[in-house]
């Protein structure tokens, strides 16, 4: 971080009065620290998609096919044929402005493109233009205009300075969703190669070996085998996980970054100190896997096409495992892809069982189709019905908070599970403002592939309403944790509490379970999984 301003300077910067020009005569302005680098030509060609080449937005010249306008009106045409809503989006903003100042992107850098009206116009005005009577007689007076290179790297730039988070849409008295224009935007700059390497590096490795990082199966192996001895180390207790075992009950799926990224790999101890529990408890056997290693799924960051392909893998190993139905871990966008597009994608998965806790009975009639339980749903099920050895006092020094990850709250509806998960398993907990949380949640600013490195002004500014809500019940409640049930969160809000609100860390929910779940045959702990004094045991290292 060490390129970005000072938190106080970048607020300063921020400026909301409108450009003298219209928006239409505002070129734009490519500017370092708000731009993800170009993708890698080899992780385009790897995957097959078309126009593989190196390019640098910074420059003049994009290397375009030559029939690149060709391209993008066929692409155009094509996608407003196959999505009914594409097209209905097309037609039906009255521009009312509802959605405007909803977006965090707009909040945080003051630019109108990034209101999410205008955001979808810079997609409008050329469909205007292409595919509307009034568009082709009128022109401008009709909001329409030619599609030039000039728009090209517009749309590139503010396509991906949106998380695709559906805030907006949830304000749009019309439903419109700015997302899915994003979503359409993009699949649009892919079939000119125009993709940013964030996505598209982790999209080839996916495809390679299951998982975003690029992590073969003995590395993924070593590193669950890593954890292991740390939990031993902390509880006395050493877990057997299951690993790409035929004939267990479930299959376990999560987002790779939990395995490898802290804090995520904290959570990651959670789920596996949590199994462990309930195999020796209830005999109740969760396999993981090597091969579909990941949850997340950067193909939905492309193209419907690639979301479709790096998604197969989880019903297929459901299949090969011999599983009855598949639990799903934190993750934000693999469960919107889950809750809204597998089903179509590469379903139905009838070989699956609807989904039944054998610990509870518990029918989980919400994913009868998918056959994918999310693992709050789980947890708080087991909650619910006693079926977990609790000691939440385990995690008295922290005074929690919890930010609604967008898709599995906007996307799935998941409000009330984990916050009922963290008050079973903390004794302190203050929830943000109202208008902060739940539906209305602010974006972590860093999702749909934008959490890299090179694009932190961006990610700072984007993150500001969320981290400004934190600040608040910081300075309000002394909170001092900020919970999530998302890998992506748990990767992009560190840096984000760091820069506006340092007194206060980021923490995955089964961190929290993990905590002040009392194992079978445990000894006296004396730290969390941070290696952590708890609670009442801060004197003893400096006894020793
Ligand atoms: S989806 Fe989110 S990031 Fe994109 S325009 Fe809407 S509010 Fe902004
Ligand atoms: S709220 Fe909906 S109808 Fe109003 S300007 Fe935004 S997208 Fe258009």
């Known amino acids: 971080m060490s390129d970005l301003p000072k938190s106080d300077d970048l607020l300063s910067k921020i400026d909301p009065r409108p450009p003298a020009k219209s928006w239409m005569d505002t070129p734009v302005n490519i500017r370092k620290g708000m731009y993800c680098y170009a993708s890698n030509p080899k992780s385009v060609e790897y995957v097959g998609l078309p126009h593989a080449r190196a390019w640098n937005p910074l420059e003049e010249d994009w290397n375009l096919p030559e029939n690149w306008k060709e391209i993008i009106y066929e692409g155009f045409r094509e996608r407003l044929d196959k999505f009914r809503s594409f097209k209905v989006f097309m037609d039906i903003c009255v521009r009312c402005g509802a959605c405007a ?42 909001g329409a205009r030619e599609m030039t290179v000039d728009v090209l790297k517009e749309w590139w730039y503010y396509f991906f300075q949106c998380t695709e988070c559906r805030r907006c849409s949830v304000f749009c008295p019309y439903g419109i969703d700015t997302a899915e224009i994003t979503m359409m935007g993009r699949e649009l700059l ?24 690029g992590i073969q199966p003995h590395a993924f192996k070593d590193m669950i085998d890593f954890f292991v001895d740390d939990i031993e180390e902390i509880t006395g207790v050493r877990v057997e996980p299951s690993i790409n075992k035929k004939g267990a009950d479930i299959l376990f799926i999560t987002p790779s970054g939990d395995v490898f990224a802290d804090p995520g790999t904290y959570t990651c101890m959670g789920y596996l100190m949590l199994f462990h529990f ?25 193209s419907h096409e690639m979301m479709k392909r790096l998604n197969a893998k989880m019903f297929a190993e459901a299949r090969r495992l011999d599983v009855k139905w598949i639990l799903g871990g934190e993750c934000g966008h693999m469960w919107r892809v889950i809750h809204q597009y597998m089903d179509t994608l590469n379903g139905p998965a009838d070989f699956l ?49 919890f930010h609604d990850s967008c898709n599995p709250s906007r996307g799935m509806g998941m409000f009330e599970e984990p916050r009922y998960i963290i008050k079973n398993v903390c004794n302190y907990f203050h929830d943000m403002p109202a208008n902060t949380i739940r539906e ?54 560190p840096p984000l509490m760091e820069y506006w609100v340092p007194e206060v860390g980021v923490t995955g929910l089964h961190e929290l379970v993990a905590n002040a779940l009392i194992l079978p045959g445990e000894g006296e702990r004396t730290t969390d999984l941070r290696g952590e004094p708890l609670p009442g045991m801060e004197g003893d290292d400096a006894e020793e």
């Open 440 to 493: 209305q949640t602010f974006c972590c600013g860093s999702g749909a592939g934008l959490n890299a490195g090179e694009d932190m002004e961006l990610r700072m500014v984007g993150g500001l309403p969320r981290a400004n809500a934190v600040k608040h019940v910081h300075e309000k409640y002394d909170v001092n944790m900020l919970a999530c049930v998302c890998a992506i969160d748990r990767a992009a809000l």
């Open 190 to 213: 892919n079939l000119l190669g125009l993709n940013i390497d964030w996505i598209a590096t982790p999209v080839a490795n996916c495809y390679r070996t299951g998982n975003h990082l």
């Open 101 to 142: 100042d909803k977006c965090h992107f707009f909040i945080g850098t003051g630019d109108p493109k990034n209101m999410p009206v205008l955001r979808a116009e810079l997609l409008r005005s050329v469909y205007r233009n292409d595919f509307t009577t009034a568009g082709r007689i009128m022109g401008k007076m009709a």
């Open 278 to 302: 309930l195999k020796e408890k209830y005999g109740f056997d969760i396999t993981w896997s090597t091969y579909a290693s990941e949850g997340g799924n950067f193909g939905s960051f492309t």
């Open 353 to 401: 069982e609807v989904p039944v806790s054998p610990i509870t009975g518990t029918r989980f009639e919400n994913a009868k189709s998918t056959k994918m339980v999310h693992i709050a749903e789980f947890t708080a099920d087991l909650i619910k019905h006693g079926k977990l050895d609790l000691n939440p006092g385990r995690n008295d020094n922290l005074r929690v908070t």
